[in-house]
């Protein structure tokens, strides 16, 4: 691990200089790594290097090639940011520190984050099929000028690809196709997208399908001294009897694997020369997907706790209108609006060992929303307008299943079982002052005003003493920012931002066993989390070939949502689901700060030769009246370097990826860090070594191959329930028509 740091440090802090002094000025046509135009810093199409803001971006030809099976993967493998996994049907994303609801997900300018989305992991980023993806930008630190709510860490806004129109009159008709396998789970996708446009209309269809088996674990311990994390038992029902049966290879992490269907159906309309109407279809949905780390969890009577234990289908349904204009009169440029529906169907089933019952609960989730903007891009003065909002609803269900008799019964919904909805507006400006060709100013407001309503109808599972509960929430936040070019070769700037997250269903009204023999209940009085953030960049231009950009970063976090103790009609422990449980709740108790790094590095270092590297660092702390503690969600050192060659009709990268340690004294010791599944020292630093090729054979066709984790180590990301993947041949087939 250290050699791998220390070969990080040699490129961020020695291969510049000499790059500057012995690299050609020759410049190619190969795309860059990070990409200048950026959208979603305020929604509207900007240079990066004129943004204060920290941005990354992911482009379609590294999503294509780099091969990998889901979108948690792709941010995993990407070095921009960190993702904890659960289970290998999940992936939650962390920025700066924040995770799950604390970090908005949007798809093509439409929120993801919902009304349920909860404070310790989130699995819903790999509802969106990264096999037909224009480009993910990644927004760091507090958007809540531009996003509202939720974007406490930054923004992960995917984008998918747009219809295409013919331009000369005739019918454009193109698509493409794609046929992958890989050994560490025998993952087979299939992937087909046909474009038809003409020069008034088009359409884009895409369909992808993923079979994914159980996950194959690494056999080397890396810098431990034997493996860890085997799987050596399962539960298999056998004459209607739960038994533990011995895994006949315990690097097959028994019971992962899943299927996921992803579909998408785009239509572009152009009435007039200015006006482009579209129509976004995306669907998604799997099977069953088991929760691998709860399936592990052990029973000092029966050595593991749960006999079932899964998340049912996912399903994601999207339709969103969008509307663009160029004003060609007046004092905007262009007018924009979003019109969008989504329909969210999440549940969760789980017996234990030598147990009847299945506990069934399921969430039906509605959202409806919209955006409206105006954009002035001209003159000194840019001023971008918005009004967004969203209402959005979740009926929660509940059954118990006699697996023996095949009875049905009555079980407490994971929320209220009555009407529970969420209600936000808000408005907000963006405006940039072009000072001088070399100075700008940035700035930025957003009001908010939310509502949430929920109702209990049964309570015979919990007497509660009211009904309902009610919130209104309002929230202000801005930014001030600057950026400073004092020549071609160096850009300074310097931004501050403050963030909120409105308390969700989720955090208000949930009653839930986060562990066996803890009982979360809801609170009715939380108020909004904040953030205040500080952030200073410096990127330096060495030559024409090498760019270095560097971040620090500072976040005060107030009025932080934690899950403390608390006394339920006096009573500080009830039954629930037949175990005596500790009484928990959601309060706003915590301050904490948060403050680190980032450093990436681009090198053309020669005409076929491109570096990439980039390496992250975060700190945090939670305020005390006596000592200061982890504050969870805090990733240990991660990042990656990589050097491709690219000639003609071949393509090569050899990667590493790699994390530092994560010691168990720098765990949360009351969040969401796992510490269960850790090792008895914390999380074992560990690095992979990897390899990409293609080649296109013909025009239309490109053969891929690459081999993931050369080294076979065996090793789990931060805060992890599951192995990540062990030795990994990656074969596909890409045809373009």
């Not at 439409?110 to 509802?127: F, S």
């Not at 090198?603 to 491109?610: G, L, S, Y």
């Amino acid at each position: 691990m250290r050699t791998i740091i220390w070969l990080m440090a040699a490129c961020l802090f020695g291969i510049p200089a000499s790059a500057q002094q012995t690299l050609s000025n020759d410049t190619t046509n190969k795309e860059k790594d990070l990409p200048e135009l950026i959208i979603s810093a305020n929604r509207t199409l900007q240079n990066r290097m004129s943004i204060p803001q920290q941005v990354a971006a992911i482009p379609a030809s590294k999503i294509r090639f780099g091969n990998f099976p889901t979108m948690a993967e792709v941010l995993q493998n990407s070095g921009t940011l960190f993702v904890q996994k659960s289970q290998q049907g999940g992936g939650s994303p962390v920025i700066r520190g924040f995770e799950a609801s604390r970090v908005l997900l949007v798809i093509d300018d439409v929120r993801m984050n919902n009304l349920i989305y909860r404070a310790g992991h989130l699995q819903n980023v790999i509802t969106v099929d990264p096999n037909i993806l224009d480009r993910v930008e990644v927004l760091y630190g507090p958007s809540s000028t531009v996003y509202g709510s939720d974007a406490l860490g930054g923004v992960v806004h995917l984008r998918t690809r747009k219809p295409e129109f013919s331009t000369d009159g005739t019918l454009l008709a193109k698509g493409s196709g794609m046929m992958r396998y890989a050994s560490a789970n025998r993952e087979r996708t299939v992937q087909a997208n046909v474009n038809l446009g003409k020069s008034k209309f088009a359409s884009l269809t895409s369909i992808t399908y993923s079979m994914f088996d159980d996950l194959r674990m690494g056999k080397q311990a890396g810098s431990l001294d034997s493996v860890w994390g085997k799987r050596y038992y399962f539960v298999e029902r056998i004459d209607g009897k739960d038994s533990l049966v011995k895994n006949d290879d315990p690097y097959v992490q028994k019971f992962s694997g899943y299927d996921q269907l992803d579909l998408m159906q785009k239509f572009s309309l152009k009435t007039g020369e200015h006006t482009v109407h579209g129509l976004n279809l995306q669907y998604s949905t799997s099977t069953d997907i088991p929760r691998y780390d709860r399936l592990t969890d052990p029973n000092a009577s029966t050595t593991l706790n749960s006999a079932e234990w899964y998340y049912g289908p996912q399903d994601r349904l999207l339709a969103a209108y969008h509307y663009d204009r160029k004003l060609t009169r007046g004092f905007f440029d262009a007018a924009r609006a979003v019109l969008s529906y989504q329909y969210v169907v999440e549940s969760r089933h789980n017996r234990g060992f030598g147990g009847s019952n299945r506990t069934n609960r399921v969430e039906y989730v509605n959202v409806a929303g919209y955006t409206l903007g105006l954009d002035r891009n001209r003159g000194p003065h840019q001023l971008r307008l918005g009004i967004d909002g969203q209402y959005s609803t979740v009926n929660s269900v509940a059954n118990r299943y006699n697996v023996n008799t095949g009875a049905m019964s009555a079980q407490s919904t994971r929320y209220p079982d009555g009407d529970n909805s969420m209600n936000s507006i808000a408005a907000y400006v963006t405006h940039t002052w072009e000072v001088t060709p070399k100075f700008s100013v940035h700035d930025g407001l957003r009001f908010t005003s939310l509502r949430l309503e929920s109702s209990f109808e049964d309570t015979s599972f919990f007497p509660f003493p009211v009904s309902g509960v009610t919130q209104e929430n309002t929230a202000l936040a801005g930014n001030l920012g600057v950026v400073w070019r004092p020549d071609l070769h160096v850009k300074v700037s310097l931004l501050g931002t403050t963030g909120f997250r409105a308390p969700n269903v989720d955090d208000l009204a949930k009653v839930f066993e986060s562990t066996p023999g803890e009982l979360i209940i809801p609170n009715a009085d939380l108020k909004p989390e904040r953030t205040t953030s500080g952030e200073l960049g410096v990127t330096l231009f060495l030559g024409k070939n090498v760019r270095w950009e560097n971040t620090g970063f500072y976040t005060a976090f107030t009025d932080a949502i934690v899950t403390d103790v608390t006394k339920f009609n006096g009573q500080d422990s009830v039954l629930y689901d037949g175990t005596m449980s500790r009484v928990y709740s959601n309060q706003n108790k915590q301050e904490a700060y948060i403050y680190g790094f980032s450093s990436a590095i681009e090198i053309e270092a020669a005409r076929d030769w491109h570096i990439v590297g980039s390496v992250n660092y975060t700190y945090g702390r939670v305020k005390t009246d006596t000592v200061e503690i982890p504050l969870d969600h805090i990733p240990p050192l991660y990042g990656r370097l990589a050097v491709r060659y690219q000639h003609e009709k071949f393509e090569a990268e050899a990667s590493t990826v790699f994390n530092g340690k994560k010691a168990i004294d720098d765990y949360n010791p009351f969040g969401e860090d796992n510490q269960q599944y850790a090792t008895a020292d914390g999380m074992p630093s560990w690095y992979t070594v990897n390899l990409r090729t293609q080649y296109r054979l013909k025009s239309f066709l490109t053969l891929q191959l690459g081999l993931d984790n050369i080294l076979d180590q065996n090793y789990r990301s931060f805060a992890s329930g599951i192995q990540a993947p062990g030795r990994n041949l990656i074969a596909a087939v890409r045809v373009n028509w």
